[in-house]
């Protein structure tokens, strides 16, 4: 008997209000039954979105409402900048290429965030540069890139589009007083859901050039979407049994209150931090880290892909792994949506053993009590 | 956000398997297909009870089948040892008076095993003792006591009761290689379900008894469950959806072995105990510890009720408390049923935070070394 610990930064573990709302009897999706459950829940999306504007639901991946953003706001041959500092800074430039836009790469080491000078170079060596395509959390290298101070350079230039898949509901990104201008989430990560909801808000001055843009776009045209949406329905069938989740996990989110949601995030991944650097083990991004997951080194000698399959096969515990150039190198420990204090405990014990098994040097109890020093503010 | 996490001896935690069987559609019992689930649950009940007569199935809490085993076997009058070692052993002296019998109480000091000679002794004092009613893991006080040895005792004297609440499915209590001649249970422990069931095994100089006994019995007539059960139904209306349960439940038993369930449960008591050794913290019961719990002594100026209700309201750890004499002073830490290596830690890393909340003197992460130095078996 192998008890299992979802600890990948998504999917992420699932609350029993959840999971009993979602097996709530199925309704049909146009119906005033189904239009006010939508409606609460699409109130409930731009409090954590952070704007006035419409969060549209989207029956898809998270890279569905990613592809969406792309495909309402451009032209055939427009410039975008593509922050590419991990796999999903590659997934903006592969959709962009695709669309036929023409997307300048701002290549950034993986474990660093981009920096600001970078950004604005690009931006004076491109003044056609229409847009700034970015992640505020890269999931692959656990790195957060400086979205806020991005956002002030892009006020009254190209647009600011953001990836805030393993950010919306972990930290602060508020679309209004930030001014970002498209921000996307999917719903198996801080939304403690199954995937299958793509989440997507744009900003005025993005609506607007919404109308001009001439990409193709039909399952993901965003007008068609934003007026059957205010209509009380999606404009094709909505994933009706995800949509009561999301109701019941914005319910809990609520409850907790926004604030210590993303204070608790944070509390874990310092506590994650503390632990690894407390067990001599380096950090992928101890400068910019993302309060989503904690990319560690593993030490020398040791196969992280084959620790993270002990780790999961004989203990149980799912991490993730390092992906093209960290493969084997790193582990990655999440702390997106439905964690405790316990969960990062158990984190780092488990870490601790499979690492001793594994021939590391390791002190029992060195990582977990450094981990407790940083937990104890819980209980203030 | 406080995630739960129950660990007490009784209820315990439900693995998802044997929710979903409990959600299946309600079926109705007197019919083919329940009478099938129930004589494959009778016959897994057999291997669990190490027994080849029936193992009855009653809607009941484990208190009902103790009764029933009073009022099955005993005519009013008829003198029986009691072994009150805790407050299960005072509860078979309740039922032995409200029934009318003559109970010779058999004294333990909480926290020790009865001892043999204590029983020997009883036994020559009363030659008319028809019956030993003992606890083979006094759950109040974390205490085993000595059954198998005792069995030998009475191979061809009295009978030997044995309240198996918090032994069976944690370690092997053989009715038919040991020689007990009644053995109880209830689901919401080892069987990892929730309560409502209770269930009871006699050997055949109990059912032989059973024909002679003149106690009043009508729910709990275990002649008439007999004869219903082996047709394929309980005399009175079965609790269907905790038979679909128990059905999943000793399938994952089966699944995982029943000597590898006995050894998991070894296991995580031996690495609490080491634990709290290891903290400075003294055991409740050091000499004859049950797998079931672990009794741990709070130390001087820490109030175990105070630090109990802080760990389940602000941690979300849910321990159990001390009864009685022992009130305010011990906690203990259930490894009853669906518990893995990382309950353990969980337990000992929030006591450890808990006690240095209430001032005790703790160094973080030395109980949890000392488990985790324990634990490393299961990678072996």
Redesign the interface.
Known sequence: ???Q?LLSPGPTPIPNEVQLAMAETMIHHRTPQFAKIFSEVREGLKELFGTKNDVLVLASSGTGAMEAAVSNLFSPGEKVLVVNGGKFGERWLEISKVFGLKPIELEVEWGKAVKLEAIERSLKSHPDIQAILIQASETSTTVWHPVREIARLTQSGPLLIVDGVTAVGVARVPLDEWGIDALVTGSQKALMLPPGLGLISLSNRAWARSEKAKLPRHYFDLRLERKSQQRGAAAFTPAVSLIFGLRASLK?MRQ?GLE??YA?HDRLARATRAAATAMGLKLLAPENPSPAATGIWMPAGVNSDKLLDFLRD???ITFAEGQDQLRGKIIRIAHVG?M????A??AI??L???L??FGAPV???????AA??V??E??E
Chains 1, 2 share one sequence.
């Open positions: 008997m192998i008890k610990y809990l907790e210590r949601v608790r004989r203990m149980g439905y405790g204090a316990f969960d405990l158990v014990a488990a601790e053993m499979a001793k098994k002190e029992f109890g060195q990582g977990v009590a407790q020093d937990l104890m819980t209980l």
